[in-house]
């Protein structure tokens, strides 16, 4: 295969993974790295499998012939990724739309009014979190109750198959939003933004609903921000010392790992993407950055991706130490091989990511 060819090749391969959580799903990231892996090495040493093509009786056809067969197909396959993205970013959308305009409409009329103070919104998602649930909304309701700050909370059921979505029509029932389907993470904070924009609210924050993240620290966090003019404020588990950066205790060691290795690849977005807690879903979000995310929300877990987006439209992202705690009761939706594949989709769209911003 002549050199000529190989960077064809390559650059074809390059421009493809720049698309990676653009137009491309990086949910497939998987399979695009072994088909790429196949054809870059069959391209450069067809030799390497004729010991398997002989053993399944295979006479290999001309390079030229076989090149233009994959070119082909892979060219086909990259349209119908494209396309398949594109109508499962509408669909999520629509979801996203849907619950918003729902929970509005069941918002008490005091709150389309002007308020005085910094109003804030906060976004707790839900999966079948029935045992956590009630934990949870005790803690919302003692928050509400003791704190003077302006806070709403809006649960989102984000399709879930147990008594969630029961428990909060009964227990918190002003207080929710209801995909009727499952889309992920990213369309429960689109929910949220969409809410924050219709009924302007200052900050959003992202909280989880299974008892990880201590919510008393919310006013802390918001003012924080506030004061600051910070666009994303990240409450983290490592930031502030390097003793910490070894605190594993509140997440598990795979995770852990999967940390450091987020924290390398965020270094090139520069100093404003250097975070040592990139997958913490404990956030608060200004109206910029909210304004920005709307338009460019990553698919599925958005955290890291997020960091990288802000950061390369000049948000001001910092990080603010708090004590995480363990899960209260129920099973995290990342664990055994779905840490692996979203730690795959994450990287691989990152790359895809910077690839593209040099476009920007």
């Known amino acids: 295969m002549s050199i000529l060819f190989i960077l064809a090749l390559c650059t074809f391969l390059l421009g493809l993974f720049s698309q990676f959580g653009h137009r491309l799903a990086a949910r497939n990231s998987l399979a695009w790295w072994c088909i790429s892996l196949f054809i870059l090495t069959a391209s450069i040493n067809p030799e390497i499998y004729r010991p398997l093509t002989q053993k399944l009786g295979i006479t290999l056809i001309s390079n030229f012939v076989l090149a233009a067969m994959v070119m082909f197909l892979l060219i086909q396959l990259v349209e119908l990724s494209a396309e398949s993205t594109s109508q499962t970013r509408k669909f999520r959308d629509l979801i996203s739309s849907m619950a918003a305009d729902d929970f509005v409409r069941r918002k008490p009329n005091e709150a389309y009014g002007v308020e005085t103070g910094t109003r804030v919104l906060v976004i707790l998602p839900c999966f079948n979190e029935e045992e956590s649930l009630p934990l949870s909304i005790d803690d919302v309701l003692s928050l509400r109750q003791t704190s003077k700050a302006n806070i ?207 476009r920007l």
């Open 152 to 358: 709403d909370f809006c649960y989102v059921n984000d399709g879930s198959t147990d008594r969630s979505i029961q428990i909060l029509k009964q227990t918190y029932p002003q207080g929710y939003a209801n995909h009727r389907v499952n889309i992920g993470v990213a369309g429960v904070l689109l929910t949220g933004f969409n809410i924050a924009a219709t009924l302007n609210y200052d900050f959003v924050v992202q909280c989880d609903s299974d008892g990880q993240h201590p919510i008393q620290y919310i006013p802390e966090l918001v003012q924080y921000a506030h004061l600051n003019d910070i666009d994303l404020l990240i409450g983290s588990r490592f930031s502030g010392s390097r003793a910490a950066e070894h605190n594993t205790s509140s997440t598990t060691l795979s995770r852990f790992f999967g940390i450091v290795l987020l924290r390398q690849i965020l270094r090139i977005f520069g100093h404003r993407a250097a975070i040592f807690d990139p997958t913490s879903g404990f956030r608060v979000y200004s109206r910029n950055a909210q304004q920005l995310l709307r338009q460019h929300m990553p698919d599925e877990y958005p955290e890291p991706e997020s960091i990288a987006i802000l950061s390369l439209y000049g948000a001001k992202i910092e990080e603010y130490r708090v004590s995480m705690l363990p899960r209260q009761a129920g099973i995290s939706t990342l664990n055994g091989l779905k840490s692996l594949r979203f730690m795959l989709k994450v990287v691989t769209a990152l790359v895809g990511l910077r690839l593209r911003s040099f």
